[in-house]
């Protein structure tokens, strides 16, 4: 079946440095790929977005870059605060169905 | 503004016994509605999603069924749980932009 894989289950990072996530993902057709924040015990959040319609998308210290050549898309985060320490998935696929990756638990440390 | 509320906040159930989740949004008519399981410490697998009111897609089947009886609720369900259906179970919604919004989840333990 389709797949979404991130690559970095685990990420540290000094507070003030930038941190890179990485997927991949197998469904050509996908069209839509968005990335959510899960924090411990706790729901999700919807961090950003991005369409395939274009191959970057900034939004404050959020950027998310699109290959769709080599079907690869990222998520930066520039000047990482502790606040940004949680699970971060993303996620690929269409308008109504979508399939995830199995999360970069990014820790920033101080 | 729109709001999402999920019931029960947390159930531990028997193998065997029935099981019935409960999704509310208000706030926002139309919704596109979605229901999430997601494994203590993994990813999140979409399990249904509906446009409209009585109609529901399946997107894996994991002996779990869903309903949409009323424009803002959403209701997933089986007659017998499994071990494997423990976890974190989320409804979501979206504008029909694609972002969605979660709710708070029910935790799920199944002994």
């Known amino acids: 079946g389709e797949k979404v894989e991130q690559h970095e289950s685990t990420l540290s990072v000094r507070e003030g440095d930038s941190a890179v996530i990485n997927c991949t993902y197998t469904d050509t057709a996908s069209s839509y790929f968005p990335w959510y924040k899960q924090e411990a015990g706790k729901s999700l959040h919807f961090v950003i977005d991005?369409?395939?319609?274009?191959d970057r998308k900034q939004s404050q210290r959020l950027t998310v870059l699109l290959d769709k050549k080599a079907k690869r898309f990222s998520l930066h985060i520039t000047a990482t605060q502790p606040e940004d320490s949680a699970i971060y998935f993303c996620?690929?696929?269409?308008?109504?169905?979508?399939?995830f990756g199995k999360g970069t638990h990014l820790h920033v440390l101080p | 503004a729109q709001t999402i509320h999920q019931w029960p906040v947390a159930e531990i159930k028997a193998v065997g016994s029935p099981l019935s989740l409960g999704c509310t949004i208000k706030g926002k008519s139309s919704p596109n509605l979605y229901w999430y399981w997601q494994a203590t410490g993994g990813t999140l697998q979409q399990l249904f999603y509906?446009?409209?009111?009585?109609?529901v897609e399946s997107v894996v089947q994991l002996n779990l069924s869903a309903s949409r009886p009323k424009d803002d609720q959403f209701i997933l369900s089986t007659e017998k749980l499994l071990l494997s259906h423990s976890g974190f179970y989320l409804c979501?919604?979206?504008?029909?932009?694609?972002?969605?919004?979660f709710g708070p989840g029910t935790r799920l333990t199944v002994l």
């Open positions: 996620a690929g696929g269409d308008a109504y169905k979508v399939i």
């Open positions: 979501a919604w979206d504008r029909g932009d694609a972002e969605q919004f």
């Open positions: 991005i369409r395939s319609n274009v």
């Open positions: 509906s446009i409209t009111v009585g109609q």
